[in-house]
T-cell receptor, first 115, second 114 residues
């Protein structure tokens, strides 16, 4: 799973700033899933993207959060006007097809701290 | 709403002990159940279960699924300190735009003392 690259690994933002989290899927993977892990909780699904398409964003907060997966380049999770409650670990997973199963690999995560 | 519940939430044992971790679920359009091990970084895949009653084994770890009673267990025998981690259970659903989406339980924190 070292093939899924997330950066930065740690990000500190002041309240009101923007946070941009990047995820480069494994080579050949065109499906990306973002998950958020709050302290003391399991991972919660946020959004599922394919190249240039948002397939399922049912787990995304309605405001301030957006995600994209352009034709070229990494997937980006963007959080505008961050608040303390956004502090969490954000994980990205990629798979070569729609069936996650054994073929989904997770990145190391980005730990966002809002001060 | 899809739901996955793990128990216990935390467990402390000594090396050599055997542990059983539980995962129950309520989801629509079940496809598979997965177990992951998380050690302060990326979850690493352990098992995927799709059929009831068929045990999956990998070394000292084994897991089984009961689709009638909607639960799975993960067993670790002869535990070692390196088994200390958070064990996550997740259910994969299928159908529509939710294909491939994982619903996770809150995890079981396992601590193995020497």
């Amino acid at each position: 799973n070292a093939g899924v690259m997330q950066n930065p690994r740690h990000l500190v933002r002041r309240r009101g700033q923007e946070a941009r989290l990047r995820c480069s899927p494994m080579k050949g993977h065109s499906h990306v899933y973002w998950y958020r892990q709050l302290p003391e909780e399991g991972l919660k699904f946020m959004v599922y993207l394919q190249k240039e398409n948002i397939i399922d964003e049912s787990g995304m907060p309605k405001e301030r959060f957006s995600a994209e997966f352009p034709k070229e380049g990494p997937s980006i999770l963007r959080i505008q006007q961050v608040v303390r409650g956004d502090s969490a670990a954000y994980f990205c997973a990629s798979s070569p097809n729609r069936q996650t199963g054994t073929e989904a690999f997770f990145g190391q995560g980005t730990r966002l701290t809002v001060v | 709403e899809d739901k996955v519940v793990q128990s216990p939430l935390s467990l402390v044992v000594h090396e050599g002990d055997t542990v059983t971790l539980n995962c129950s679920y309520e989801v629509t359009n079940f496809r598979s159940l997965l177990w992951y091990k998380q050690e302060k970084k990326a979850p690493t895949f352990l098992f995927m279960l799709t059929s009831s009653g068929i045990e999956k084994k990998s070394g000292r770890l084994s897991s089984i699924l009961d689709k009638k009673e909607l639960f799975s267990i993960l067993n670790i025998t002869a535990t070692q300190t390196g088994d200390s981690a958070v064990y996550l259970c997740a259910v994969e659903v299928q159908g529509g735009t939710s294909y491939g989406k994982l619903t996770f339980g809150q995890g079981t924190i396992l601590t193995v003392h020497p």
